[in-house]
C-alpha cells in the first residue's frame, strides 16, 4: 500500500472527504498534527497540507517549525498539495506573500476554472495569497482572484476547502459555535457530491504526477 503524510492544523479540521479518496486508491494517510509537534522527517516525500484558523506568516511557535520543515522538504522535491493554511505557508515557501483581505470569504462559494469549469466550494478565510513566481493561476472567484495556483505538475494549492463533506461541516459548526460562518443545511448533499467528484480526480491527478516526478 502507498503512503502518504498529512499535515492537520487543528483539532476540528481533520482529512474529511481526503480521507476516502484515500481509503478507495489503498493510500495509508499518515496523519501528522502540527499544532502538538508532530512532523514527519524533512523528505521528498509527497505531503497534504490542510488549513487551520491560524496567520501564516506569523501564528504559534510550532508554525515556524512547520515552515521551517516545508522548506526543508520543498528543497528535497517533496510534491505537495495544500489547502487555505496550507496554500499559504506553500505559497510563502516558494517565493509568493499573503496579506489581509479588506473582507472574509465565507460559505458556498462558485469558483470559476480557468478551463471553463465552474464549481460550488465552501470557503472560510481571511487571507489572499499573492502568487509565487512561476506559479500559475488556475481557478479564481469574484472576491478573491488566487483561489488555486500550481507550481509544475506536483506543488498545487487552494484557496478554497474541497476536503470538507457533511460531516466536516457538522464538526467545525459544533466546534465553533456562533463563530461559525459555515452553512448548516443539511440539504447540501448534492453540491458536496459535486465537490468530492471534483477532489477525486484532482488528487488522481497530482497524486500520478508525484508518483513518476
Excluded at 492544523?9 to 484515500?22: K, L, M, N, T, V
Excluded at 505559497?91 to 478551463?115: C, K, P, Y
Excluded at 500559475?136 to 470538507?164: D, I, K, N
Excluded at 461559525?180 to 480526480?201: C, G, I, N, T, Y
Aim: proline share 7%; aromatic share 8%; hydrophobic share 45%.
Amino acid at each position: 500500500m502507498s503512503e502518504l503524510n498529512l499535515i492537520q492544523h487543528h483539532p476540528a479540521e481533520g482529512p474529511g472527504a481526503i480521507a476516502d479518496w484515500a481509503a478507495s486508491r489503498e493510500v495509508k494517510l499518515n496523519v501528522f498534527r502540527a499544532d502538538l509537534g508532530q512532523l514527519p522527517p524533512v523528505s521528498a516525500a509527497p505531503a497534504i497540507l490542510l488549513g487551520g484558523p491560524y496567520e501564516s506568516n506569523a501564528g504559534p511557535a510550532w508554525l515556524e517549525a512547520e515552515r521551517q520543515w516545508l522548506a526543508g522538504s520543498l528543497g528535497q522535491g517533496a510534491p505537495v498539495f495544500a489547502i487555505c493554511l496550507g496554500a499559504q505557508l506553500l505559497a510563502l515557501s516558494l517565493g509568493g506573500n499573503v496579506r489581509r483581505m479588506a473582507q472574509s470569504e465565507t460559505g458556498w462559494t462558485t469558483v470559476n476554472f480557468i478551463d471553463g469549469q465552474r464549481l460550488k466550494v465552501l470557503e472560510w478565510h481571511e487571507d489572499a495569497i499573492d502568487l509565487p513566481p512561476q506559479a500559475q493561476l488556475l481557478a479564481s472567484t469574484e472576491q478573491c482572484e488566487q483561489q488555486m495556483y500550481c507550481v509544475g505538475p506536483t506543488r498545487v494549492g487552494l484557496q478554497f476547502h474541497p476536503e470538507w463533506n457533511a460531516e466536516s461541516v457538522a464538526v467545525l459548526n459544533q466546534h465553533f459555535a456562533d463563530e461559525s460562518p459555515l452553512p448548516r443545511d443539511p440539504q447540501d448533499s448534492v453540491a458536496h457530491a459535486a465537490v468530492f467528484e471534483w477532489l477525486q480526480a484532482t488528487l488522481d491527478e497530482w497524486w500520478a504526477a508525484s508518483a513518476v516526478r
